[in-house]
């Protein structure tokens, strides 16, 4: 039996100047938030802004830093939780550092309960520009992205498609000074009808297609689809089985992967490996040997050939 204690971790990202020190402040100074429960406050980057340990509710929180990358390790924040006796972690994440990096180095038993996102609206679209894989990182996985410093002249609609990009979860909160705060409300209805006797999967939604089948699959079991593959045949696969799909792009061309589907078909000497086709075929979610678990598998009703699409890899925007 595994008595490993569960320890919660509130974990807060964005790059430098976003807001984040601000935001923690004010919440370790809330006593319905700091209520005595001993917090360890980990502090990956410093900033202008500087923490009042003398205005938070209470002294139950203790701060440590992590000037360096090299610095987070399975070692130090097992130590520092020892030491401090927390029974919760907040993180205040370096913008520059990858999340791989955190979650390889937390110790068995953290937990991540909350991820929020801080972004500076007038200088985000400029970071996703020329640092799309470091924004693309922070965004993938937060429940909540906050855009501060927003301005009644910007478009929601540029920050909004660009968190879509990543996420269709995360919720969306633009912050004006003053502090007036607005929920993004934009519809985001899915490209193409989940309704229709045959569902068409245009070119350009592959990927957004493919993501919300992983996302919410019990809605596309039983369901016809056609779209435009590159058909795999793969001599490792179990019989009557071929793979489709598409290379897909998340956020930059070192992410580029192949999202690909197995498919079931009776006959499949007339499939021509590593061919254009377009695929007509029925979504089950059931156990496949391909996979080695659980995951969408295709039954064949028919295809044509035909050329690659005028942009081979698909993206998300």
């Not at 610095?71 to 913008?95: D, H, K, W």
């Not at 502090?179 to 989940?194: A, R, S």
Request: negative net charge; hydrophobic residues 40%; aromatic residues 12%.
């Amino acid at each position: 039996m595994n008595n490993q204690r569960e320890v919660p971790v509130y974990l807060f990202t964005g790059f430098l100047e976003a807001g984040k020190t601000k935001f923690i402040q004010e919440t370790l100074e809330d006593k319905r938030f700091c209520n005595g429960e001993r917090t360890l406050l980990l502090v990956c980057e410093e900033g202008e802004e500087e923490y009042e340990p003398d205005q938070f509710a209470d002294r139950s929180v203790m701060i440590r830093t992590l000037s360096s990358p090299e610095e987070m390790t399975v070692e130090n924040l097992s130590r520092m939780l020892i030491q401090t006796g927390a029974e919760r972690v907040v993180i205040e994440y370096n913008g520059m550092w990858l999340l791989d990096l955190l979650y390889s180095a937390m110790p068995e038993g953290w937990m991540v309960y909350q991820e929020f996102l801080f972004a500076d609206a007038t200088t985000f679209l400029s970071y996703n520009a020329n640092m799309r894989q470091l924004v693309y990182d922070k965004l993938k996985s937060c429940e909540l992205v906050v855009f501060n410093r927003f301005r009644p002249d910007m478009d929601k609609m540029a920050f909004h498609k660009i968190v879509r990009g990543a996420s269709r979860r995360s919720d969306i909160a633009y912050e004006y000074a003053g502090g007036k705060v607005e929920y993004d409300d934009i519809q985001d209805p899915l490209p193409f009808d989940l309704e229709a006797p045959v569902v068409e999967i245009g070119d350009d939604d592959f990927a957004v297609w493919y993501r919300d089948m992983s996302e919410e699959p019990k809605k596309y079991e039983g369901k016809t689809v056609r779209f435009r593959c590159r058909a795999l045949q793969r001599k490792k696969l179990p019989p009557h089985t071929f793979v489709v799909g598409r290379h897909v792009m998340t956020c930059c061309v070192e992410d580029i992967q192949f999202a690909g589907l197995v498919c079931q078909k009776d006959d499949v000497s007339d499939i021509v490996d590593d061919s254009w086709m377009t695929l007509t075929a029925e979504i089950h979610f059931k156990f496949s040997r391909a996979y080695g678990k659980k995951g969408p598998v295709l039954t064949y009703l028919s295809h044509e050939p035909c050329e690659a699409p005028e942009q081979a890899v698909a993206t998300f925007y």
